[in-house]
């Protein structure tokens, strides 16, 4: 009997307790209707009790509901239906609950990470029930457990590591400080009698070109019940049972399927997932579960060499390039997301030719439909544990919930193909080393009992065909540094925080985890948010919406010589975004020459939460920002650029697909100014073997510029890839305000913009957001030579009837 609100089942919800304001005392004795599942925040926005927490100020005004307990209720009718065994299942509530039914309590939680059955055989009735479930505020909650069992040492502002919690709900410094309490899965009553099935943890593998299926299936049996049960497994036409004693607590059930079609993540094959079915028999009792898996194997090769030691992901014998972003929840209300709006944003990594998320460790284990999704288009899942830039104590009653929310996540993810990694941490080994917690531990626990120890064996034991790492970053030995760039994996956060994005060119790391760079979102983002008068980058509403520590200040420092500061506001947003783009895909295309030494690239960060300037590639109302448009370019399955080398210039060229790239590159000094002339030019054949690279050293007549403030360097293939060498920074290089025409025409779903070089026209964007918000552009952050045309193609709009500055942008309009 589900009890969810789309079932029917009427809910309220009303504050207990706490920092109610005066002007809403009402709540603490009339209750207001309430979504199950839902959460607090979006139950009084729905009610029209608080405004949008995302709008100006408003996070700082509604703070209180934090620190407020609430109580959720419900009544239900409930009849005997026959079964022996009624239990009450919830499948998530956040986070500090006290469950009481018809009067008696229950239980007591403290971890949004898990589900729990409870048994109420003996306490439901015939006809009306009253369930209650009262949540203490998250924050006072932290803050009191955190001063009974002494501070671990933590980042931003509440002790978030003192209870399993999405640690981000607490603020980041990329979200918002909305801290939740509701039911926030399905919750319901299960009847059973005798034996059910309790979970399955579909194992697939191979065995040269066979699947092998080896299904767990965990059995949970009533007091009493004697007879042994039948258990049966199908995988396409391939089926196989056992018959299992009463009281076996897991059974495992082995098939074989012939000259399986292997999964593969994209760019290297296809993802065929094939049905699972298992089914429970004992006597008159029967019990059922479905899914999907799909036949692979992936390992990581961390094993010393002459460079120190690597980080390669194979997949089925084959090494993956890894082109990814970092996950974060896609909405800080994690309630109102569904498949639809997971397929949206998995397919901006798609679409930007990524193959790998990883779902970052101070957020959630996923629903479901995350992972079907990415099994589906194969995008392998990077899966850190729940632990995020923070010690955490590994004494009672802690570890006993860490150990028990891992086991089922392992177990309840372990049936998706695309699950890649499971990782320990998110910094904490480096926090551990390097920021200062050892004097404040004194000798306390910090998490590596888990990380080494509890984790590993939790997905040895449930999950064995999928890696463990301890940690990102880690260099895989305890005597060297876990950020060390030449071992393992990598975080690069000096740049953004301290130095210049040309300091990537200073590293040569085996892999990098996390690296990014900050800049706003769409203006129809930024301006349905921020109401200051007029728009400043240091606003009060703005810097609500900036929650890195000087954020705007850093994004004015990271200009550098790179771009002039801004004029006016307008400005502001598209250099500040243009800027971001250019940073993390010199990182990037610095990184992917360095192949075979590096394999792989993860970029913080993918998505937003909501509205607010920050590392997003796509920004919290869904438009790609400029970045995406620049990694869409750095992560294609074939990547030219020039880089320096030992004091010359050479074209790399990056092939990660599996046939030999052959095309005829012409390279070409031009002049910046109108007509472009080229000034010398050199042909050559390229030839870059399958999952290769090659770097091709350029003549002197190509790269000694006559004056390199009016020239630069055009790298063409004959097979449409390209590739630009500027000799200075824009702050220096002469381009011409005029050096393009545009032109609308309008077509069946939106209008095309089709503009036209007379002159070098240097990081072409079309921003149509700021006519209308629904709009949609095809491309963005493109390079036209003199007599080059680009067409720009919008959807979800009217064509107007011209384009200019704000609407279309480039880098000549900021330094001409």
């Not at 750095?634 to 790239?661: I, K």
Request: negative net charge.
């Amino acid at each position: 009997m589900n009890l969810t609100s789309d079932n029917g089942i009427s809910w309220t919800v009303r504050a207990v307790a706490g920092q109610v304001p005066d002007a809403h005392q009402a709540l603490l004795t009339a209750p207001i209707a309430a979504t199950v599942p839902g959460e607090v925040h979006t139950d009084l926005l729905a009610a029209g009790v608080i405004p949008d927490p995302f709008d100006g100020a408003n996070e700082g005004a509604l703070h209180w509901i934090g620190r407020t307990s609430w109580a959720y209720r419900t009544t239900f009718d409930w009849a005997p239906d026959g079964h022996a065994v009624q239990e009450l299942v919830a499948e998530g509530l956040d986070t500090a609950a006290t469950v009481t039914l018809n009067g008696s309590e229950i239980a007591k939680t403290w971890n949004q990470h898990r589900s729990y059955r409870f048994d109420v055989t003996a306490l439901l009735v015939a006809g009306s029930n009253e369930l209650v479930i009262e949540f203490a505020g998250p924050v006072a909650t932290a803050n009191e457990i955190a001063e009974q069992s002494g501070r671990w040492p933590h980042t931003n502002l509440h002790p978030y590591n003192a209870i399993r919690k999405m640690a981000s709900n607490f603020g980041w410094d990329w979200g918002p400080d909305v801290a939740t309490a509701g039911i926030w899965k399905p919750i319901r009553i299960a009847s059973w009698t005798g034996v059910r099935i309790d979970s399955v943890r579909p194992l697939a593998g191979l065995d040269g070109s066979n699947g092998t299926l080896d299904a767990k299936v965990a059995l949970a049996w009533a007091e009493g019940f004697s007879a042994e049960a039948t258990i049966r497994v199908e995988i396409g036409t391939v089926s196989n049972e056992v018959i299992v004693a009463a009281g076996t607590t897991e059974a495992s059930i082995q098939a074989a399927v012939a000259d399986v079609n292997k999964w593969w993540p994209r760019g290297h094959g296809e993802q065929p997932l094939y049905d699972v079915a298992v089914s429970l028999s004992a006597g008159e009792q029967t019990d059922g579960w479905t899914g999907r898996v799909g036949f692979r194997t992936i390992t990581i090769d961390v094993a010393p060499d002459e460079h120190g030691g690597p980080f390669v992901l194979s997949v089925n014998g084959k090494p993956v390039f890894v082109r990814g972003a970092n996950w974060i929840p896609d909405d800080a209300f994690v309630t109102r997301l569904d498949r639809s709006t997971y397929e949206r944003s998995i397919t901006d990594a798609v679409d930007a030719d990524m193959n790998l998320l990883r779902v970052w460790g101070g957020g959630i284990y996923e629903t479901d439909d995350f992972y079907d999704v990415c099994d589906e288009l194969g995008v392998l899942v990077w899966q850190d544990f729940l632990f995020a830039c923070a010690a955490y104590s590994e004494d009672e009653p802690l570890r006993s919930e860490v150990e028990a929310e891992a086991r089922e996540a392992v177990a309840r993810l372990s049936k998706h193909a695309s699950l890649a990694v499971w990782n320990g941490n998110n910094e904490n080994i480096w926090g551990y080393v390097e920021w200062g917690w050892r004097q404040p531990l004194a000798g306390r626990t910090w998490g590596e009992g888990y990380y080494f120890d509890l984790l590993p064996k939790i997905v040895a034991e449930l999950d064995p065909r999928t890696p463990y790492s301890p940690g990102s970053p880690y260099s895989y030995d305890h005597f060297i540094h876990p950020n060390d760039e030449r071992n393992g994996t990598m975080h690069v956060w000096d740049v953004w925080n301290q130095v210049d994005y040309s300091t990537y060119r200073k590293y040569k790391p085996r892999f990098v985890s996390e690296f990014g760079f900050q800049g706003p979102p769409a203006w129809s983002t930024l301006t349905s948010v921020v109401h200051d008068q007029p728009l400043d980058p240091y606003g009060e509403q703005m810097l609500v919406h900036q929650k890195a520590f000087e954020g705007n200040f850093k994004l004015e420092r990271g200009l550098g010589e790179h771009l002039p500061v801004w004029k006016n506001i307008d400005d502001w947003h598209w250099t500040t975004q243009l800027n971001q783009a250019r940073a993390v895909a010199y990182g990037i295309e610095h990184w992917r020459s360095l192949f075979p030494l590096n394999t792989g690239t993860i970029v913080w960060q993918l998505n937003d939460n909501w509205p607010v300037i920050s590392w997003a590639a796509v920004d919290g109302h869904g438009h790609r920002k400029p970045l995406w448009y620049a990694l869409k370019h750095a992560y294609a399955d074939r990547l030219l650029t020039v880089q320096p080398r030992d004091h010359e210039l050479v074209v790399a060229g990056h092939n990660d697909t599996d046939s030999t790239w052959s095309t005829s590159i012409t390279v070409a000094r031009r002049s910046t100014t109108a007509g472009g002339a080229v000034l010398a030019q050199e042909r050559f054949a390229l030839e870059v073997g399958a999952r290769s690279a090659v770097l091709n050293t350029l003549p002197e007549s190509l790269t000694k510029a006559g004056d390199p403030t009016t020239e630069y360097l055009e790298v063409r293939g004959a097979d449409g890839s390209a590739a630009y060498w500027y000799f200075v920074e824009d702050t220096a290089l002469q381009l011409s305000g005029d050096a393009y025409t545009a032109t609308v025409n309008a077509t069946g779903d939106g209008y095309d913009v089709t503009v036209t070089a007379t002159a070098l026209a240097k990081d072409l964007a079309l921003f149509p957001d700021r006519l209308d918000a629904a709009a949609k552009v095809d491309s963005g952050l493109i390079t036209l030579s003199a007599g080059e045309s680009h067409t720009f193609h919008v959807t979800g709009a009217a064509a107007p009837a011209e384009v200019g500055v704000p609407v279309l942008r480039s880098a000549n309009d900021l330094v001409a």
